[in-house]
């Protein structure tokens, strides 16, 4: 539980302490723990409606929050996974590979942050290295010689600032990536799921449409990284996440994303299954949309979207 969450989680161990206490005798509590639960759903609503974009922020990095593989196996079928970029090495950041969605074969990229300790550390938190980058873009191509539509899901903090990933060119693969995704002749579809963090995000993010769940946030810097800059310190981040209009309502008002997919009350990490149904509508609706659009002028489209972001007017 997060610390805004703190009176849900009283009140949810209240209804399982009445629940233990009914199942071990004949006491029926059943119209107490109903009670119980309509307030415990009513604070849920409460608090969720009027959430800050830091809390929000706290939500996007939920350590039971849905990752990728989550959304892989409610969503598609016959998930076969490729590894390695053919290069150097297979980074477990990032899971690539082919699918398929209803009658149609895509390909599937994403960050995985991964549970537990050991495999969080095996997965280095979600933040790639250049050899993600290189291995996502392999399975781009490979779709693009298959004429397979793409489907990313981002999540990841950033990607990894290591001297080894600087070594191996960091920058330049996540440069080449934006590159090669906008002049590919497929459709691209990017859901952010989570934490969509800086030029890691951005590497898989160069799309034809772009979707963000309710609480998920995506920035070019962390707001821990922006206030260590404005404030010097990061115990202002929450200054700097309202200042920085990074949560899905501020960015869809800025027109900066394309669509907001609504979570069940208390978010994804309470409910998957409401929000990988609509991500699955999501998908078949904008395959259809864009499978149909020339291929030149589908890249034509997307860098005139690209290009279009960051003009304002006094």
Request: hydrophobic letters at 40%; glycine letters at 8%.
């Amino acid at each position: 539980m997060l610390e805004f969450e703190e009176p849900i989680r009283n009140l949810e161990d209240k209804i399982e302490e009445l629940r233990n206490i009914g199942s071990d005798g004949q006491v029926n509590i059943v119209e107490e723990i109903n009670v119980l639960q309509k307030k415990c759903n009513k604070l849920i609503k409460d608090i969720y409606s009027n959430l800050t974009p830091w809390q929000i922020t706290q939500i996007a990095r939920h350590p039971n929050r849905p990752y990728t593989l989550d959304y892989i196996k409610k969503i598609f079928k016959n998930f076969h996974e490729l590894h390695g970029d053919r290069a150097y090495a297979d980074d477990n950041a990032i899971v690539s590979g082919i699918a398929q969605f209803n009658e149609t074969s895509v390909a599937i990229i994403g960050h995985e942050k991964g549970r537990g300790t050991n495999e969080k550390i095996a997965r280095n938190f979600g933040m790639a290295r250049p050899e993600g980058f290189r291995k996502a873009l392999r399975v781009m191509k490979l779709a693009e010689r298959f004429n397979m539509p793409i489907v990313t899901f981002i999540d990841t903090p950033g990607a990894y600032p290591g001297i080894d990933a600087e070594e191996r060119g960091q920058s330049e693969a996540i440069a080449n990536n934006l590159l090669e995704m906008s002049n590919l002749s497929v459709p691209i579809l990017s859901y952010v799921i989570g934490e969509g963090g800086s030029g890691g995000a951005l590497a898989i993010g160069v799309c034809d449409h772009l979707s963000m769940l309710e609480y998920s946030v995506y920035s070019v810097i962390s707001p821990e990284g922006c206030a260590s800059i404005l404030w010097k310190s990061p115990e202002n981040a929450h200054l700097a996440a309202e200042a920085m209009c990074i949560t899905a309502e501020n960015l869809q008002k800025l027109k900066l994303i394309d669509e907001l997919i609504s979570e069940p009350l208390g978010g994804a990490h309470r409910n998957i299954a409401p929000v990988s149904e609509a991500i699955s509508s999501s998908i078949s609706k904008n395959i259809e949309i864009y499978s149909n659009i020339d291929a030149k002028i589908l890249i034509k489209n997307r860098k005139d979207k690209l290009s279009s972001v960051g003009y304002y007017q006094d």
